[in-house]
């Protein structure tokens, strides 16, 4: 069953730096939920010369009796040729943060989670704009909620500070 290969075995680390697997975070994930917590997935990325750097966050925030929040991040580095375009890397984005989002599913089926995709509103001109709908379309079509800027803290604020 793919939703306990690979993903599982990467090291996921918190916000502090300490490291854990994400069978650890789907038991804090359950706890979360039994209080009425949220879970938050995005994923950003950054090129850096000929490397591109993917994180992905997963949040938890808003439940019972919570002050703040706290969440987890997972890395990967990729040869940058190989999204040589804009919507390339920011489609890879969305599918890690779907990927994610299933296998949080799949162990918690009662949880809510949302997915931040880390493009502009289809209305602004910015440089994501353009994919918006599309990706909009994919991350709901996956069965998931999701939010864009500014709204999408997971990945424009969490993921992107850890893919610098």
């Known amino acids: 069953m793919w939703y306990t290969g690979v993903g599982f075995s990467i090291m996921w680390y918190t916000g502090s730096g300490n490291t854990l697997t994400f069978e650890d975070i789907i038991e804090k994930i359950k706890i979360h939920s039994q209080k009425g917590g949220t879970v938050f997935v995005g994923t950003d990325s950054c090129v850096h010369r000929r490397k591109c750097v993917f994180s992905t966050?997963?949040?938890?925030?808003?439940a019972e009796g919570?002050?703040?929040?706290?969440y987890f991040i997972k890395k990967s580095l990729v040869k940058a040729k190989e999204f040589p375009t804009l919507i390339q890397r920011i489609t890879s984005e969305v599918q890690n943060s779907v990927d994610i989002g299933m296998k949080i599913m799949y162990h918690c089926p009662r949880v809510k989670i949302e997915l931040h995709?880390?493009?502009?509103d289809s209305k602004k001109n910015e440089g994501t704009s353009k994919f918006s709908d599309m990706l909009i379309g994919y991350a709901k079509g996956s069965g998931f909620e999701c939010r864009v800027k500014p709204d999408a803290f997971a990945a424009s604020t969490i993921a992107d500070k850890h893919s610098k």
């Open 66 to 70: 919570q002050s703040g929040g706290r």
């Open 57 to 62: 966050a997963v949040c938890l925030h808003g």
């Open 117 to 120: 995709l880390d493009v502009s």
